[in-house]
Nanobody, 126 residues
Framework: QVQLVESGGGLVQAGSSLTLSCAAS????????MAWFRQAPGTEREIVAA????????YYADSMKGRFTISRDNAKKTVYLQMNSLKPEDTAVYYC???????????????????WGQGTQVTVSS
């Protein structure tokens, strides 16, 4: 399994942009489907975006479409989440997740991933 470490969270104003990074170590990162999830207090962890091993296939939750972009650099073993037009309701802890998937699949449920980062807090003020 890969080990994942997120970074890039912080406190921003509504309408701002923020880019999260998730650095992987160990494992064969280029064979991993990757995703970003988020969890606000008192809520379940929800999918933000997901992608297959080479980024050719991506998925976005409806509320993130057009505002968020998931990408990856397999040479750097890093996955990114570019977040634009942030809203107060985007406030949450954001988690990076991965699963060894040599094919072209990605997954949208938290239980389908077996590698997780520790999370990074994103707070959007109004």
């Amino acid at each position: 399994q890969v080990q994942l470490v997120e970074s890039g969270g912080g406190l921003v104003q509504a309408g701002s942009s923020l880019t999260l990074s998730c650095a992987a170590s160990g494992g064969t990162f280029s064979s991993y489907a990757m995703a970003w999830f988020r969890q606000a207090p008192g809520t379940e962890r929800e999918i933000v975006a997901a992608m297959n091993w080479n980024g050719a296939r991506t998925y976005y939750a409806d509320s993130m479409k057009g505002r968020f972009t998931i990408s990856r650099d397999n040479a750097k073993k890093t996955v990114y989440l570019q977040m634009n037009s942030l809203k107060p309701e985007d406030t949450a802890v954001y988690y990076c997740a991965g699963r060894y998937t040599p094919g072209n699949n990605y997954y949208t449920r938290a239980g389908q991933y077996d590698s997780w980062g520790q999370g990074t807090q994103v707070t959007v003020s109004s």
